[in-house]
């Protein structure tokens, strides 16, 4: 396979896609087998709640995907509702129940939350042994330490991606356009903990395109469709887009794939790049929130 490398020289025509399919199925057959080998011991399959506090219609699509994903490894999960009319304090009590209950390993929280509803109340509370998608304010924290007990598995998932391709990341410059909490930001930090100088871009900042040019590595992660155009990219750039657009003319990412592609080096297909991945280290994040809460519970005895 060729390997995505920096040209120094410029582009050499070649672009290898970055797909992320081989990858997720690796990670899920490595978990499948893991939770295969706890349950024949006798112990409890891993059980993960999810806090339905987010009531649009694409967070229902999500929640009804990520349950398929965890079912088809072993994973029980579990649908926890909050009562309309439901509290920021309402919401954080519900959560630290479930941080007591013993038979639920990982918490969800699908997000944007209902009106009423905030974030925040919600990461203050998460328990950071339970939290499976990195967002607790500890796990934040902890992340930016460079001691995370879970990382946000989108950011998570680009980095294993780059790794699994073989882009050399020291000693890179990196360019990543957006800085949410659960994408831009913890992939910026992931970046630089892997020894890349890393630029942070966002809605305000003037002559984005300086900023990307100058990369050898360029996220996207803005959720505005084809927002990266070739003009923006230096040629020989590794690409890496987890924008998720739904357009006119179907699912697209933050990258103008078809034009991008003939001068970048690797590039991320939306979709079947980073999404597929992502899915698969959510499953795994849940699997280590098991294996954590069950050594946890071993110890207290
Ligand atoms: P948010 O809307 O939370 O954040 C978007 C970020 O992009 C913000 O920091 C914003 O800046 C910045 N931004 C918006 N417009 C521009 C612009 N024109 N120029 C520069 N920066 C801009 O989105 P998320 O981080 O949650 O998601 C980002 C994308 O990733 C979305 O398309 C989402 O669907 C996708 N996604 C993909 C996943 C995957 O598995 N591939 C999983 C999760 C999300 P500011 O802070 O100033 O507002």
Known sequence: MLLAVINENGHSGLVTILKGTELAQQIRAGVKSSIDALVATGRTA??????????????????????????????????????????????????????????????LVPTPLRPGLTLLAAQDALPPAKDVEGISSANVGRLALGRPLAIPATPLGGMELLRHYGVELSGKQATVVGRSSVVGWPMATLLTQANATVTVCHSRTPNLAEHTRRADIVVAAAGRPAMITAAMVRPGAVVVDFGVNVTEQGMCGDVDYNSVSAVASAITPVPGGTGPVTAAVLVRNVYEAATRVLNMGAQSK
């Open 46 to 107: 891993p059980t993960v709640a999810v806090v339905m506090a987010a009531e649009t219609p694409e967070a229902l699509v999500y929640v009804e995907s990520v349950e398929r994903s965890f079912s088809r490894v072993g994973i029980c999960s579990r649908r926890v509702s909050v009562p309309d009319g439901a509290t920021d304090a309402d919401l954080q009590e519900l959560i630290r129940d479930l941080a007591e209950d013993t038979e639920v390993h990982g918490i």
